[in-house]
T-cell receptor
Framework: RKEVEQDPGPFNVPEGATVAFNCTYS??????FFWYRQDCRKEPKLLMS???SGNEDGRFTAQLNRASQYISLLIRDSKLSDSATYLC???????????FGQGTELSVKP | GAGVSQSPRYKVAKRGQDVALRCDPI?????LFWYQQALGQGPEFLTY????????KSGLPSDRFFAERPEGSVSTLKIQRTQQEDSAVYLC???????????????FGEGSRLTVL
């Protein structure tokens, strides 16, 4: 079993839809949590950090449930430009090594 | 350039050949990471340097894989006697601080796509 698990998708949604991605992690010692975005054949880039209190950045909302070891990302009012793979990432505070999930592919259609 | 630079962008090797992949991190970045990304998968950690010291090489899949960063800036990932299962994108990332655990921000290069025939 992988340390960080995601539904690989693809999620195909119309413009304007709300879409939610889920992620679970197995190591309870994990300290920090993030979502990265990766466009097709490009490098991953940090989208946002995830805090226990939940945090929002425009149309994007991230949530963390430490008790359930569960992380989520909600995208409201989807845009065509949101089409990408979303990677769930955790850090165990061991030299800054980030552990990536498989990624969830999102395709937003007109 | 301002970002992480990797070369070559594409490499085709015959099985059994040795390959060397280069990473030029952002100037002044202390930490450097190598990740391997297979098709349809997330990046898998290979190794981590803090300046010239290789602090973690737990992700290197076999002793055919070797990485170095002799002067604390440019790094090279070497794969000896390549196998077909080595085909993947090799991503290099750097970060300013010794540990980016808190901020999580790694700056990735575009990767070196290795195809082993």
């Amino acid at each position: 079993r992988k340390e960080v698990e995601q539904d690989p998708g693809p999620f195909n949604v119309p413009e304007g839809a709300t879409v939610a991605f889920n992620c679970t992690y197995s190591n309870s010692a994990s300290q920090s949590f993030f979502w990265y975005r990766q466009d097709c054949r490009k490098e991953p880039k940090l989208l946002m950090s995830v805090y226990s209190s939940g945090n929002e950045d425009g149309r994007f909302t991230a949530q963390l449930n430490r008790a359930s070891q569960y992380i989520s990302l909600l995208i409201r009012d989807s845009k065509l430009s949101d089409s990408a793979t979303y990677l769930c990432v955790v850090n165990r505070n061991q030299g800054g090594k980030l552990i990536f999930g498989q990624g969830t592919e999102l395709s937003v259609k007109p | 350039g301002a970002g992480v630079s990797q070369s070559p962008r594409y490499k085709v090797a015959k099985r059994g050949q040795d390959v060397a992949l280069r990473c030029d991190p952002i100037s002044g970045h202390v930490s450097l990471f190598w990740y391997q990304q297979a098709l349809g998968q997330g990046p898998e950690f290979l190794t981590y340097f803090q300046n010239e010291a290789q602090l973690d090489k737990s992700g290197l899949p076999s002793d055919r894989f070797f990485a170095e960063r002799p002067e604390g800036s440019v790094s090279t990932l070497k794969i000896q006697r390549t196998q077909q299962e080595d085909s993947a994108v090799y991503l290099c990332a750097s970060s300013l601080l010794p540990s980016q655990g808190a901020t999580g921000e790694l700056f990735f290069g575009e990767g070196s796509r290795l195809t082993v025939l």
